[in-house]
């Protein structure tokens, strides 16, 4: 029995799979993972309170071949909010760096499970790249199933890191980078701004679904950033992220993110905008969404580190 499902993982080459299935398991990557225009990427973030190093975390297991991906560095430099989306310019002189090219098929990994990964996810969506998956369950579950990790204190994926934030630093003071091998095309209608969350809470054309705590979503818990209000922007509704994950941190199958939706009162029939604390968690809830055949959900860049650090916009709390 076991050599027949390994004959069948064999065949199964990275042009089977489906872009309309946001997520890959880890025995089909490790199947994959020598597919000449496969790229690996590890895009680990954590939280400021968590005092946890993605890039050195990164030094002491990875996945064979994995590229570092750096959240924070890889984003927009002219304003103060983290790791917004950067410029089509700065984007593809990032990518370039790291080596990547429109052909290539992309997996993308975090060191949690499911977390920052779905963010770069995203991320490669807005700029017209559609062949680009999250590993389901991450490193751990890469781990769990006995899989080979590769450490690498200095070599090529950390000198292509450092190059991909040299590059986004010289697209913003107007210097000239290297060859670009990628190619964006922008996707508008995938990221929203401050004005157009405004105008939805008079018009309501989209339902907006918030990844936050829901205590934070109600206003009981102070906010983790200082300086911004707490509560939720008006007529949002509250799916807390982990509420789409399993104990594993994999992406529940269909029938149970559906449930999770329809318990928030959420329509799948209206378009949908998402947003979180700094717009990380938000692209969690756009890949459940993806896999539930919502592939157009819109994330809020800013999300409410912007709208709560604003003195303007409009606050509910449920206390």
């Given amino acids: 029995m076991a050599s027949s499902v390994a004959g069948a993982r064999a065949e199964f080459t990275t042009q089977s799979v489906s872009t309309t299935e946001p997520v890959v398991s880890v025995d089909w990557l490790h199947a994959n993972l020598k597919e000449p225009d496969l790229k690996v990427l590890d895009a680990s973030w954590y939280m400021p309170d968590e005092q946890r190093n993605p890039i050195q975390e990164y030094q002491v297991a990875h996945i064979p071949g994995a590229l570092f991906f750096d959240v924070d560095g890889i984003s927009d430099r002219t304003t103060k909010l983290p790791h917004m989306l950067p410029s089509e310019e700065a984007f593809a002189a990032a990518v370039s760096a790291l080596g990547i090219e ?10 949690k499970g499911i977390f920052s990964a779905a963010r770069v996810w995203w991320m490669f969506r ?4 559609d062949r680009v998956w999250v590993l389901d369950g991450g490193l751990p579950s890469w781990r769990a199933s006995g899989y080979d990790v590769e450490s690498s204190a200095s070599g090529d994926a950390i ?16 210097q000239a980078v290297g060859p670009t091998t990628f190619q964006t095309k922008f996707q508008p209608h995938l990221v929203w701004t401050i004005d157009q969350v405004r105008k939805n809470v008079e018009e309501r054309t989209h339902e907006h679904i918030d990844a936050r705590s829901k205590a934070r979503f ?22 807390p992220f982990p ?12 029938d149970k993110l559906k449930n999770r939706f329809d318990e928030a009162g959420i329509s799948l029939e209206s378009p949908i905008v998402t947003s979180c604390g700094t717009g990380v968690t938000a692209c969690i809830l756009a ?33």
């Fill in 243 to 254: 509420q789409l994950l399993d104990s594993s941190e994999t992406l529940l199958p269909a």
């Fill in 126 to 129: 807005v700029f017209g790249h």
């Fill in 159 to 174: 000198l292509k890191a450092s190059a991909a934030s040299e590059a986004i630093e010289k697209v913003y003071k107007g």
């Fill in 218 to 239: 109600d206003g009981t818990a102070l906010e983790p950033r200082k300086g911004i209000r707490s509560g939720h922007v008006p007529g949002s509704k509250c799916v």
């Fill in 287 to 319: 890949l459940g969404l993806h896999r539930l055949g919502k592939p157009e959900v819109a994330v809020y860049d800013g999300s409410w580190t912007e709208w709560g650090a604003q003195s303007d916009t409009p606050i509910d709390t449920s206390s």
């Fill in 102 to 111: 429109n052909k290539n098929d992309l997996v993308v990994y975090d060191g």
